[in-house]
C-alpha cells in the first residue's frame, strides 16, 4: 500500500518531468536565460486588488469588520471634514503614525467619495515579504509595495500611475511607527508625488487612545493596584498632552466597592493609599475638587459588561457639554473627562480622555 506522501509525491514528480506547453518553455541554447522575477518586495504586483472583485470583497471587509471594529475599540471622531469639501479627484493623505491600528483607522473614516477608491503605501519589506502577506496585505488594505530602504523608482513610478488613474494615497512619511509617540523625520516620497501628480497633500493627525495589557489579579505582584490601569492611563495622557491632575471628571470602573478608590490611585488622582481619604473628606462627590462617577457608577447604574463603557462615555460626554441634568456639575470651567474601563480580571484596561471642543 501506497503512503499518504507516495501518493502526494507522484503527481509532484510527474509535473517536474512534463514538458511543454505542461510547463515553460526551455531557453534555447546559447541565449542567456531571463532574469527570474521575484513576486515579494517592490516587485510584488498588485494590479488584481484593484479589479472589481477584490474592491468588493475590501469594501465588504471594511464596511462588516473593519469599522465597526474600530469604532468599539477607539470611538474615533472626526474634525475639519469641511476642508475637505472643494475637494475634487485623488488627493495624498498623509498621517502621524503610531499603532498598528493606524491604518484600519484611516480607511473606515475617511469619507467618501475617497473611502474606497484609495491605495495604501506599505513597507516593501514588511507587508511584502512573503508573498502570502503580499496577498493579504494588497487584498485586505489595498497595500501596495513602497520600498523605505532606498529610493526605487518602481515604488514611484506605481504610485505615480495609480493616481494619474485617480485612485488616492494614504501613506505615512514618517516611514514607520514611532517608537515612543513623538513625530520622527518625514521622508520626501509625498511632496514628490504632490508636486509630480499635481494632486493636494491633506495631513490628518491621529490623537490615540490608551489601551494596554497586564498580569491580571490572580498573578498579581499585588491587589491593590491594575498595572493594566497604569499603562493606559500613562498613553491617554501622553497622548492628550495632559496630566491626571487635569482631568476634572472621570468614570471608573467600580465593579466592586474597593475597585474605584483602587482606580484613583491607579490613576493618578490620589497617592497610593490615599484614595480612602479622599472619599472620607468627600473630594469624588459631586461637589468635590474631583469628581468619580457622577453617573452613580457601575454599583448603582447597573453593569452590563460591554454596554458598561459606552455608558461612561456617554456620561462624560454630557457633563462636558452640560447635558447631565441634575447629576450635571456645578463647574463653568468643565473642559477633560476621562472614562476607566476595564476587562477580565483586570488584566486588560482603556482609558478615554475626551475634551470639550
Not at 500500500?1 to 518553455?25: C, E, Q
Not at 542567456?32 to 471587509?61: F, S
Request: proline share 7%.
Amino acid at each position: 500500500m501506497k503512503s499518504l506522501r507516495d501518493l502526494v509525491d507522484t503527481p509532484r514528480r510527474a509535473v517536474a518531468k512534463a514538458s511543454f506547453p505542461l510547463r515553460a518553455a526551455p531557453t534555447p541554447n546559447g541565449v542567456e536565460p531571463a532574469p527570474r522575477r521575484r513576486n515579494t518586495g517592490a516587485d510584488y504586483v498588485t494590479d488584481w486588488a484593484r479589479r472589481y472583485p477584490a474592491r468588493l470583497g475590501r469594501a465588504a471587509l471594511i464596511e462588516g469588520v473593519i469599522a465597526p471594529a474600530m469604532s468599539l475599540i477607539a470611538s474615533p471622531e472626526r474634525a475639519g471634514l469641511d476642508r475637505l469639501e472643494d475637494l475634487e479627484g485623488p488627493a495624498i493623505f498623509v498621517a502621524n503614525h503610531h499603532s498598528h491600528l493606524d491604518t484600519a483607522l484611516m480607511l473606515s473614516t475617511l469619507p467618501d467619495p475617497w473611502r474606497h477608491h484609495i491605495v495604501v503605501g506599505a513597507a516593501a519589506d514588511y507587508f511584502f515579504g512573503s508573498p502570502i502577506t503580499g496577498a493579504l496585505s494588497a487584498f485586505a488594505i489595498g497595500a501596495i509595495p513602497i520600498e523605505r530602504s532606498k529610493v526605487g523608482r518602481r515604488s514611484a513610478n506605481l504610485a505615480r500611475d495609480l493616481i494619474d488613474d485617480g485612485w488616492s494615497l494614504l501613506l505615512f512619511p514618517e516611514g514607520g511607527r514611532s517608537p515612543d509617540g513623538w513625530g520622527q523625520p518625514f521622508r520626501g516620497g509625498a511632496g514628490y508625488l504632490a508636486v509630480r501628480c499635481g494632486v493636494p497633500v491633506v495631513p490628518v493627525h491621529i490623537v490615540g487612545t490608551g489601551q494596554a495589557t497586564g498580569r491580571p489579579l490572580h498573578d498579581a505582584d499585588e491587589l491593590t493596584s491594575l498595572s493594566a490601569a497604569k499603562e493606559a492611563a500613562s498613553q491617554a495622557y501622553g497622548m492628550a498632552g495632559v496630566t491626571a491632575q487635569d482631568i476634572q471628571v472621570a468614570e471608573v470602573h467600580d465593579c466592586f466597592t474597593i475597585a474605584e478608590i483602587i482606580a484613583t490611585e491607579d490613576l493618578g488622582f490620589f497617592a497610593p493609599g490615599e484614595g480612602p481619604r479622599a472619599v472620607d473628606e468627600g473630594r469624588t462627590s459631586r461637589d468635590g475638587d474631583r469628581p468619580i462617577n457622577t453617573s452613580g457608577g457601575l454599583k448603582a447604574k447597573g453593569h452590563p459588561v460591554g454596554a458598561s463603557g459606552v455608558g461612561q462615555v456617554i456620561e462624560v460626554f454630557h457633563q462636558l457639554r452640560g447635558e447631565a441634568g441634575e447629576r450635571q456639575l456645578k463647574k463653568p470651567d468643565l473642559e477633560l473627562g476621562l472614562t476607566h474601563n476595564v476587562g477580565g480580571t483586570g488584566g486588560t484596561c482603556v482609558v478615554n480622555i475626551m475634551r470639550r471642543g
